[in-house]
């Protein structure tokens, strides 16, 4: 445990460490998102008061939370810093350590979240002089723990998706396409795109049975008080479910990717 | 001109050999791509399920709007998408003499000599969603206007080119991975949504010095609302005012790039 945290400060030391780039990058990715958002809900309620159970302000203070919260649960996704070190061979020091690859990566991942939560606070800070309290929408420290604890089954839930996916690196050239295609289908199912709710009822119970609503989508009812303490407790079981199946997966696919891995890099 | 065609011919002939060798590469692109058009189609259509208008436009304006963006997003993502990925490695690493020392533009061979064959596959699928999208469209629409709509989303083509290469281009003078391009991704979200939807100095912006509204909204507007010389003056006046402004900063770039590591 010791290690696990001495890895995860020193990723967080080495994030911190990034240049104006980065935080302009992230300014601009956070405005551009928030601005289509921005415009598509005031085009959407041009002609309606409460959409999805949302009045205007709530579905703009919904975007808000989930474009922070996706930037927590996702860290540092798209890096494939797992399938690089296979490409690389850099893979086979691991291999020698007396500590599991996937921990240490995992490791990795929560230390990268501290300018993740750096983001979140500094991006945040606007929003209750603009937005307050919508109506509809209940805020309260009890809301606020629940999110925090569902934001970090939904990291762990998201680093497991996205490590079978990486290690298909032992036998395919490049499965960067595979990480995106995954990230598309959370976008769409995951609630970034559009909340939940206003997906057809239909859908409902598959959404629900889904991982990728317990990567965005849950954390931010959470944090809303969109939730019963009932279905916040089903909730989290599901997404615990899903890390189990996803671990059990990346451990297979890992054992047979270990057999023909030959460590000469690309 | 001839030159420069064989020369693309050549690049055509390489890149589909190489990318048969690389077979999984091939097919998780086309389903990444498959599953990108899905994603938006299924957008519009729940957003649609709450609204009748968008932006002004009904769903079937918005189909043909989404089609056009995946016809402009499978040319750019088919001719242009890997070279420009691959350009601040190398003016990074110094490879970009490989290319300077060449007897035909630099731009052109950097720009143009890697053709995704398997994004290939992707763009002969956006024109078949693109042509459904016309096909299914309820009001009448001429053959005129819908080849002056293709000429328009390739001159927006262009005008995503040139700003993606803006961006790309301060390399040469931030050495960072990859220039402003993050800032080019973030910002070409503006693209794939209508720009009926935005107001104020947000659209004013986005039609003028950030014109990712022209590339594909511009000409879905001229298609529904009808081509006016004042729309076509507008769309080509800052495509060119984007391309020499592009060749101008690789100009300075290159005079900028001190080879090897630079």
Same mark, same amino acid.
């Given at each position: 445990?010791?290690?696990?945290?001495?890895?995860?400060?020193?990723?967080?030391?080495?994030?911190?460490?990034?240049?104006?780039?980065?935080?302009?990058?992230?300014?601009?990715?956070?405005?551009?998102?928030?601005?289509?958002?921005?415009?598509?809900?005031?085009?959407?309620?041009?002609?309606?008061?409460?959409?999805?159970?949302?009045?205007?302000?709530?579905?703009?203070?919904?975007?808000?939370?989930?474009?922070?919260?996706?930037?927590?649960?996702?860290?540092?996704?798209?890096?494939?810093?797992?399938?690089?070190?296979?490409?690389?061979?850099?893979?086979?020091?691991?291999?020698?350590?007396?500590?599991?690859?996937?921990?240490?990566?995992?490791?990795?991942?929560?230390?990268?979240?501290?300018?993740?939560?750096?983001?979140?606070?500094?991006?945040?800070?606007?929003?209750?002089?603009?937005?307050?309290?919508?109506?509809?929408?209940?805020?309260?420290?009890?809301?606020?723990?629940?999110?925090?604890?569902?934001?970090?089954?939904?990291?762990?839930?998201?680093?497991?998706?996205?490590?079978?996916?990486?290690?298909?690196?032992?036998?395919?050239?490049?499965?960067?396409?595979?990480?995106?295609?995954?990230?598309?289908?959370?976008?769409?199912?995951?609630?970034?795109?559009?909340?939940?709710?206003?997906?057809?009822?239909?859908?409902?119970?598959?959404?629900?049975?889904?991982?990728?609503?317990?990567?965005?989508?849950?954390?931010?009812?959470?944090?809303?008080?969109?939730?019963?303490?009932?279905?916040?407790?089903?909730?989290?079981?599901?997404?615990?479910?899903?890390?189990?199946?996803?671990?059990?997966?990346?451990?297979?696919?890992?054992?047979?990717?270990?057999?023909?891995?030959?460590?000469?890099?690309? | 001109?001839?030159?420069?065609?064989?020369?693309?011919?050549?690049?055509?002939?390489?890149?589909?050999?190489?990318?048969?060798?690389?077979?999984?590469?091939?097919?998780?692109?086309?389903?990444?791509?498959?599953?990108? *058009?899905?994603?938006?189609?299924?957008?519009?259509?729940?957003?649609?399920?709450?609204?009748?208008?968008? #932006?002004?436009?009904?769903?079937?304006?918005?189909?043909?709007?989404? #089609?056009?963006?995946?016809?402009?997003?499978?040319?750019?993502?088919?001719?242009?998408?890997?070279?420009?990925?691959?350009?601040?490695?190398?003016?990074?690493?110094?490879?970009?003499?490989?290319?300077?020392?060449?007897?035909?533009?630099?731009?052109?061979?950097?720009?143009?000599?890697?053709?995704?064959?398997?994004?290939?596959?992707?763009?002969?699928?956006?024109?078949?969603?693109?042509?459904?999208?016309?096909?299914?469209?309820?009001?009448?629409?001429?053959?005129?206007?819908?080849?002056? *709509?293709?000429?328009?989303?390739?001159?927006?083509?262009?005008?995503?080119?040139?700003?993606?290469?803006?961006?790309?281009?301060?390399?040469?003078?931030?050495?960072?991975?990859?220039?402003?391009?993050?800032?080019?991704?973030?910002?070409?979200?503006?693209?794939?949504?209508?720009? #009926?939807?935005?107001?104020?100095?947000?659209?004013?912006?986005?039609?003028?010095?950030?014109?990712?509204?022209?590339?594909?909204?511009?000409?879905?507007?001229?298609?529904?609302?009808?081509?006016?010389?004042?729309?076509?003056?507008?769309?080509?006046?800052?495509?060119?005012?984007?391309?020499?402004?592009?060749?101008?900063?690789?100009?300075? #770039?290159?005079?900028? *790039?001190?080879?090897?590591?630079?």
């Amino acid at each position: 445990m010791r290690l696990f945290w001495n890895i995860a400060g020193i990723e967080a030391r080495k994030r911190m460490s990034y240049r104006a780039d980065f935080w302009l990058n992230s300014l601009v990715a956070f405005g551009t998102e928030l601005g289509v958002a921005y415009f598509i809900v005031a085009a959407m309620f041009s002609g309606a008061d409460r959409l999805g159970g949302y009045s205007r302000n709530g579905m703009l203070l919904y975007y808000v939370a989930i474009i922070l919260v996706a930037r927590v649960v996702r860290s540092t996704d798209l890096e494939w810093a797992i399938a690089d070190d296979i490409y690389q061979g850099a893979l086979s020091r691991y291999l020698l350590y007396p500590v599991s690859y996937g921990v240490l990566k995992y490791a990795a991942q929560i230390g990268a979240l501290l300018p993740a939560f750096v983001q979140v606070a500094l991006f945040s800070a606007w929003v209750p002089f603009v937005l307050g309290i919508p109506e509809g929408i209940r805020l309260t420290p009890a809301t606020a723990a629940m999110c925090l604890g569902a934001v970090m089954v939904a990291n762990a839930l998201h680093f497991l998706m996205t490590y079978p996916i990486q290690l298909v690196a032992f036998w395919a050239d490049n499965c960067w396409n595979l990480l995106i295609a995954h990230r598309l289908v959370a976008m769409l199912l995951g609630g970034i795109l559009l909340p939940l709710s206003l997906f057809p009822s239909w859908s409902q119970p598959l959404l629900n049975a889904l991982p990728f609503r317990y990567m965005f989508a849950f954390p931010v009812d959470a944090l809303l008080g969109r939730l019963s303490v009932a279905e916040y407790a089903s909730g989290m079981a599901i997404a615990l479910g899903w890390c189990g199946v996803a671990a059990m997966l990346s451990a297979a696919v890992w054992r047979r990717g270990t057999l023909q891995y030959t460590g000469v890099g690309m | 001109m001839i030159r420069y065609l064989r020369l693309y011919g050549y690049f055509l002939r390489f890149s589909f050999s190489r990318a048969m060798e690389f077979r999984f590469d091939f097919f998780f692109r086309i389903f990444m791509d498959t599953l990108w *058009y899905g994603h938006h189609l299924v957008f519009f259509w729940i957003l649609y399920r709450h609204t009748s208008l968008l #932006g002004g436009w009904t769903v079937d304006q918005m189909f043909v709007f989404a #089609g056009g963006v995946f016809f402009a997003d499978a040319i750019q993502m088919t001719m242009v998408a890997n070279n420009l990925w691959m350009l601040p490695n190398y003016v990074n690493k110094g490879d970009l003499d490989y290319y300077l020392v060449r007897p035909v533009s630099s731009l052109f061979f950097l720009s143009l000599r890697d053709f995704a064959a398997n994004s290939f596959v992707n763009l002969l699928m956006a024109i078949g969603l693109f042509t459904w999208a016309l096909a299914r469209f309820p009001g009448p629409l001429g053959g005129g206007a819908v080849a002056a *709509y293709v000429g328009l989303l390739l001159l927006g083509c262009l005008l995503h080119y040139c700003l993606q290469m803006i961006f790309t281009i301060p390399v040469f003078w931030l050495h960072s991975s990859g220039g402003l391009r993050e800032i080019f991704w973030s910002l070409d979200r503006y693209t794939s949504r209508p720009h #009926g939807i935005f107001t104020g100095w947000v659209r004013k912006l986005l039609v003028s010095l950030l014109p990712f509204a022209l590339i594909v909204s511009f000409p879905t507007a001229a298609l529904f609302g009808g081509l006016t010389w004042r729309l076509v003056a507008h769309l080509a006046g800052v495509t060119a005012a984007a391309f020499l402004l592009m060749v101008w900063i690789w100009s300075r #770039g290159l005079r900028a *790039y001190s080879s090897a590591s630079s």
